[in-house]
């Protein structure tokens, strides 16, 4: 079998990553790797089970028995823990509000990145477009195809605010900035590392960003195959 090409995105939230990486999945026929998904399952796991998320000792000592499951088909997303079906009970706010505690303990995202690089390693598909935060960095650093997303903190807002349902735009914009700070601190995704390269979607809509991440991936794939000796 073929090595699958891992397409690895980076940046803050608000910035397309999800909803982006997807549709690339979908246009190339790859897989899709949500990964803030499944620190987000590990929090809603411990809110279930109420072990307190800050306390680092028991966030490590639930993973023994933390089951989750996650759809990679860009086409079948779902994510579970054990048999409940969490898809949307981790975008809830007390999941939001509790996540960055459970992503600064080491354990946790050595854990999960393992996870991850397996996942990546026995997708069925012939790439995975995976997204998060160390995505480029940590999880996948020799991904032939490497982009940091990004967009200015005011576009950013405006489109999570666009999403709301009840909590107030303001709320909305303060919580988005707690933890971005709170996440930096733990992984740089503000500024691309070496060799990723930095699509800004502040100027451009959802089907141009999703144009221009397809386009860095054919250029990127391209200059692989040609510098790549053929054995
Ligand atoms: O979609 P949104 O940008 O709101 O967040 P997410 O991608 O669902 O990620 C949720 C949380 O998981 C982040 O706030 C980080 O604390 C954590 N995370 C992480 O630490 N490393 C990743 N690779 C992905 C997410
Ligand atoms: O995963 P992340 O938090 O980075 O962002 P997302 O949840 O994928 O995107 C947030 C919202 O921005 C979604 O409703 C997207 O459709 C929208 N979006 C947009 O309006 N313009 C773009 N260029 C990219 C995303």
């Known amino acids: ?10 940046g803050p939230a608000g910035s397309g990553k999800s909803s982006v990486s997807r549709a690339t999945a979908r246009a190339l026929g790859f897989a899709y790797l949500d990964t803030g998904a ?7 796991n411990l809110l279930d089970k109420r072990v307190d998320p800050s ?39 007390r999941v939001t509000g509790a996540v960055s505690a459970v992503a600064r303990i080491p354990e946790v995202r050595s854990w999960l990145t393992e996870r991850f690089r397996s996942i990546m390693r026995d997708t069925a598909f012939d ?23 990004t967009a200015d903190e005011e576009a950013r807002m405006a489109r999570r605010s666009k999403e709301l349902t009840g909590e107030s735009a ?19 995704f503000m500024k691309a590392a070496d060799g990723v390269t930095t699509v800004d979607s502040t100027h451009l809509d959802f089907e141009q960003t999703v144009s221009a991440v397809v386009g860095v991936v054919n250029d990127r794939v391209a200059r692989t195959n040609e510098t790549t000796p053929r054995h």
Request: charged share 25%; glycine share 6%; hydrophobic share 50%.
């Open 38 to 44: 499944s620190y987000r399952a590990l929090a809603w």
């Open 127 to 149: 790439g995975i477009v995976a997204e998060g935060r160390d995505i480029t960095t940590v999880v996948a650093p020799d991904a032939p195809v490497r982009i940091l997303l």
């Open 170 to 188: 303001a709320a909305v914009g303060e919580a988005l900035r707690t933890r971005d700070q709170a996440d930096s601190r733990v992984v740089d």
């Open 55 to 93: 306390v680092p000792d028991a966030v490590v000592a639930s993973l023994g028995d933390f089951d989750f499951a996650i759809g990679t088909d860009p086409d079948a997303y779902f994510v579970r823990v054990g048999a409940t079906d969490v898809t949307e009970a981790i975008r809830e706010p």
């Open 1 to 10: 079998a073929t090595v699958p090409v891992v397409v690895a995105i980076d």
